[in-house]
């Protein structure tokens, strides 16, 4: 397992009960697992929207060409290179 490092926050009264009541009826077993959970939901979040922007652009770029079997060989390895790492990185975790 990864080294954990420790980070203090600091939030209002507020936001400290609505973690704690969070924590008591959920799955949560501390308020720093939340925490986590929402920055995790936060960065992938970020990431759709990247994914997202990219493929708006894509489609307003114009027509595509015609792809060959050579192109779709290449995209598939590209795609399998691009899963192996993320596998990689989720396992750091």
């Known amino acids: 397992m990864p080294k954990r490092a420790t980070m203090n926050i ?3 009264p507020a936001i400290r009960d609505y973690i704690a ?3 008591s009826e959920g799955p949560y077993a ?3 697992e939340y925490v ?3 920055v995790r939901r936060d960065r992938e979040r970020r990431e759709l929207k990247d994914v ?3 493929l ?3 489609l307003e770029s114009g ?3 015609e792809l060959t079997k050579a192109d779709w060989a290449e995209l598939r390895g590209e795609l399998e290179r691009r899963i ?3 596998k990689k990185t989720k396992s750091r975790r």
């Open 30 to 32: 501390s308020a720093s």
């Open 56 to 58: 708006v652009e894509g």
């Open 21 to 23: 009541d969070r924590v």
């Open 63 to 65: 027509p595509a060409r």
């Open 10 to 12: 600091s939030v209002p």
């Open 52 to 54: 997202e922007a990219k």
């Open 36 to 38: 986590r959970e929402l």
């Open 84 to 86: 192996a790492k993320g």
